[in-house]
């Protein structure tokens, strides 16, 4: 689990492709330390296991699916990435629940200055906007912010100067896409609130059972 308080930018040193899966090497300083192999790294807000450690560098095992459905498919050697070790269970809880599982991705459609805040508006389908609500919590790019305002097609997230500069944020385009993870509370509830399945029996309390007896 991460918050989606980003820790540092690394940068890609290569990316290798394969017919099934592939792996990416990233230069990094901070979350290496006290990195073990087999330890989680959110990247771009994408969840991806450390499997190997050399230096100042540390590789993750790609699946295509993966980078196909993420913005991480277009990544260079150069590209600069967001990057936050999985939560520790001594640590503050800065941001909200992220989970590393994105949901899909949106297109940056408009950034404008406002005094210290820079404004971006965010693109998504219905499938994401539909938890996308005023005043919650998305992670773009595995940062954990606050929506500003909503619209049918999309949102918008008001990003204070440290955030832009210690990020990667700072250096998007309008048309530059990104990953999106809804708030996962949102989805928890929609799911307790659906109907139940049909093989689950119904309830043999109706209303004709009620006036039967007495109430």
């Not at 492709?17 to 990233?26: D, H, K, L, P, Y």
């Not at 999985?86 to 800065?94: H, I, L, Q, S």
């Not at 899909?104 to 200055?113: A, C, W």
Request: aromatic content about 6%.
């Amino acid at each position: 689990m991460f918050t989606g308080i980003v820790e540092e930018t690394g940068c890609i040193r290569s990316v290798q492709r394969g017919t099934v899966s592939s792996f990416i090497e990233i230069k990094a300083e901070k979350v290496i330390s006290g990195t073990n192999i087999g330890d989680s790294i959110a990247v771009n807000g994408v969840c991806l296991t450390v499997t190997d450690l050399t230096g100042d560098t540390f590789r993750a095992d790609v699946m295509n699916e993966t980078l196909s459905r993420s913005s991480l498919g277009s990544l260079r050697p150069g590209s600069p990435v967001n990057l936050e070790r999985a939560m520790a269970a001594d640590g503050r809880f800065g941001g909200h629940i992220v989970s590393g599982h994105i949901d899909g991705t949106g297109t940056i459609t408009d950034i404008k200055r406002d005094g210290i805040a820079i404004w971006y508006t965010i693109c998504a389908d219905a499938g994401i906007m539909r938890y996308i609500v005023e005043k919650g919590s998305v992670a773009v790019d595995g940062i954990s912010l606050t929506v500003a305002a909503v619209s049918d097609s999309g949102f918008k997230i008001s990003v204070i100067p440290h955030t832009a500069a210690r990020t990667i944020l700072g250096s998007k385009k309008s048309g530059d896409t990104v990953n999106l993870e809804n708030d996962i509370i949102g989805k928890y509830v929609e799911k307790l609130m659906r109907p139940k399945s049909e093989n689950i029996p119904e309830s043999r309390i109706t209303m004709d059972f009620l006036a039967r007896n007495g109430y």
